[in-house]
């Protein structure tokens, strides 16, 4: 069982950056594969970044390619989005997911076990 707490998010304005952290439980952490997912007002959620359980591997959906970058602390049992130039659309809660079953990363929600509670990200135009 592994436990997900996002924290990091916040409101920003349009072009600027933030960093989220989601800090998991238990020792079995750093074998996940970790996801980030997004879901703004009346969307569904989607995928935005992967990273494998050694942190060698990772991918970002399109949207945010270039100016996210994931990536994990395994000692600190840490996953981290750091998010740069950021848009109005890229207003949404955001949660990190843990997929148990996989050392790469999916981009599929149903690939991941286990689900932080999210934090809120609000970029103004």
């Known amino acids: 069982q592994v436990q997900l707490v996002e924290s990091g998010g916040g409101l920003v304005q349009a072009g600027g950056s933030l960093r989220l952290s989601c800090a998991a439980s238990?020792?079995?952490?750093?074998?996940?594969?970790m996801g980030w997912f997004r879901q703004g007002p009346g969307q569904e959620r989607e995928f935005v970044a992967g990273?494998?359980?050694?942190?060698?591997?990772?991918f970002y959906a399109d949207s945010v390619k270039g100016r996210f970058t994931i990536s994990r602390d395994n000692a600190k049992l840490t996953v981290y989005l750091q998010m740069t130039t950021l848009k109005p659309e890229d207003t949404a809660v955001y949660y990190c997911?843990?997929?148990?079953?996989?050392?790469?990363?999916?981009?599929?929600?149903?690939?991941?076990?286990?689900w932080g509670q999210g934090t809120q990200v609000t970029v103004s135009s």
């Open positions: 997911a843990a997929d148990r079953n996989a050392g790469d990363p999916s981009s599929r929600s149903s690939a991941y076990e286990y």
């Open positions: 238990g020792r079995t952490f750093s074998t996940y594969a």
């Open positions: 990273i494998s359980w050694n942190g060698r591997t990772t």
